[in-house]
Nanobody, 118 residues
Framework: QVQLVESGGGLVQPGGSLRLSCATSRSIVSIYSMAWYRQAPGKQRELVATITNGGNTNYADSVKGRFTISRVISKNTVYLQMNNLKPEDTAIYYC????????????WGQGTQVTVSS
């Protein structure tokens, strides 16, 4: 069992920045991968960024060069730094933990709202 608690969402103007945090209830090095997903109104949930327990990262094309996923192992926390935000980034952002590479055991946070609007 893994509890995930997100924070850091809010309202920001286009071109602005936000940093999301996801605190886990267990050591993140024991978790195969951590990820951020997002879901906009009327759309399916989509993968934004991932980081494996080995530190490898991957990004959706739509956020490459603007978003950065990182972690602080001692704090069991994963971050998503979002720069140059666009209105199309508006969504609920969810933290995800996959305990194994198979993805069978996955856990989700409650989500945090990000709204990009002038």
């Amino acid at each position: 069992q893994v509890q995930l608690v997100e924070s850091g969402g809010g309202l920001v103007q286009p071109g602005g920045s936000l940093r999301l945090s996801c605190a886990t209830s267990r050591s993140i090095v024991s978790i195969y991968s951590m990820a951020w997903y997002r879901q906009a109104p009327g759309k399916q949930r989509e993968l934004v960024a991932t980081i494996t327990n080995g530190g490898n990262t991957n990004y959706a094309d739509s956020v490459k060069g603007r978003f950065t996923i990182s972690r602080v192992i001692s704090k069991n926390t994963v971050y998503l730094q979002m720069n140059n935000l666009k209105p199309e980034d508006t969504a609920i952002y969810y933290c995800n933990a996959a305990l194994t590479r198979s993805g069978i055991s996955q856990y989700w946070g409650q989500g945090t709202q990000v709204t990009v609007s002038s």
